[in-house]
């Protein structure tokens, strides 16, 4: 009788590993899919501009293992308008990344390089400096935390002052937070047309725009910043179609209420009131340009900042 073969007899190290279950198969080919999707719709977001690729990369940055950071960079840069496949080779030549890179694994200098190739392409196609963005959100979100830090790191952009009726909180400052003024005042600067708009906030107190510093501001070719409520910026956009919307939010609904609870500036029942203005306000974020999640201050200011197409200050030493 012939000797039994080694194709015969020895079992490979497939046949040894027993077959998964039929549900684990399953499972695991419906979470592919899913992850597929999840891809595709940011690609269609880029492509579509709804989300700006810089903030894709920034949430590659922050979750590796994510949507975004399972993207390949190809696949990345063949959704940004405009870009096609000899564009996408040329960049990643330039860039010194290979095609089989995602996102989320990009080195830290590989990853700055991306950053400013997008900005560079953006400015180059013919996209304004000198413009106006508005920053929006919902109570407790951060918005005056976030412009805070861009006025204190980013020189290149011009913050502007609302006028308010309310009183300080503790550590503002008149002129520099917000110009804090009466309802007379607030009256006189609403019937000489000084507010690029204004609005009543909670039910309390009114904020607006003063118009003069921001159009002198963008004559002299200067971004401009507005942090405004929700109200303040359907009005920009109806007067100056042009402004560019974004919209911060918070990481999840907990952190936002543990955020307006914990800075403690107003009463149990303001607060809810507050909380229940922000479940509205939450609702119109899809009538924004882009969406920037507040996980980290710098790393949301970091966001804006880029969407306005500036630079940032050198680092002090």
């Known amino acids: 009788m012939a000797e039994p073969t080694a194709e015969t007899s020895a079992p490979t190290a497939a046949s040894r590993r027993p077959a998964p279950p039929e549900v684990d198969r399953t499972a695991?080919?419906?979470?592919?899919?899913?992850?597929?999707?999840?891809?595709?719709?940011v690609k269609n977001a880029i492509a579509s501009r709804e989300v700006s690729p810089l903030v894709v990369l920034d949430h590659a940055t922050a979750a590796?293992?994510?949507?975004?950071?399972?993207?390949?960079?190809?696949?990345?840069?063949?959704?940004?308008?405009?870009?096609?496949?000899?564009?996408?080779?040329?960049a990643l030549q330039k860039l010194s990344i290979s095609p089989a890179k995602r996102l989320g694994g990009l080195g830290r200098h590989q990853r700055l390089k991306l950053r400013e190739f997008l900005i560079e392409r953006e400015n180059r196609a013919g996209r304004r400096r000198n413009q106006l963005v508005v920053l929006a959100g919902p109570t407790a979100v951060g918005k005056g935390t976030v412009s805070t830090y861009i006025r204190e790191?980013?020189?290149?952009?011009?913050?502007?002052?609302?006028?308010?009726?309310?009183?300080?909180?503790?550590?503002?400052?008149?002129?520099?937070?917000y110009y804090f003024v009466?309802?007379?005042?607030?009256?006189?600067?609403?019937?000489?047309?000084?507010?690029?708009?204004?609005?009543t906030v909670h039910n309390a107190y009114r904020y607006g725009t003063p118009r003069g510093p921001i159009e002198a501001a963008l004559e002299q070719g200067r971004s401009v910043l507005l942090e405004i409520d929700l109200q303040g910026a359907r009005q920009v956009r109806e007067s100056m179609p042009e402004a560019r919307l974004i919209f911060l939010l918070p990481p999840t609904w907990?952190?936002?209420?543990?955020?307006?609870?914990?800075r403690g500036t107003e009463e149990a029942a303001e607060q809810q009131r507050r909380l229940e203005t922000a479940k509205v306000e939450l609702a119109a974020q899809d009538e924004f340009d882009y969406r920037v999640v507040n996980h980290?201050?710098?790393?949301?200011?970091?966001?804006?900042?880029?969407?306005?197409?500036?630079?940032?200050?050198p680092s002090r030493p």
């Open 64 to 90: 590796p293992d994510g949507v975004e950071g399972r993207l390949r960079v190809t696949e990345f840069l063949l959704s940004v308008p405009a870009i096609g496949t000899t564009k996408m080779q040329e």
């Open 296 to 313: 980290t201050v710098a790393e949301a200011a970091r966001e804006v900042v880029d969407l306005m197409k500036v630079r940032a200050a």
């Open 28 to 41: 695991a080919s419906a979470a592919a899919v899913a992850a597929r999707r999840a891809r595709a719709a």
């Open 254 to 262: 907990d952190e936002l209420v543990r955020r307006l609870i914990g």
């Open 182 to 199: 009466d309802d007379a005042e607030f009256d006189r600067m609403i019937e000489n047309d000084e507010l690029l708009e204004h609005a």
């Open 153 to 177: 790191n980013y020189p290149d952009v011009l913050l502007s002052v609302s006028a308010t009726t309310r009183a300080p909180r503790p550590g503002e400052v008149d002129g520099v937070n």
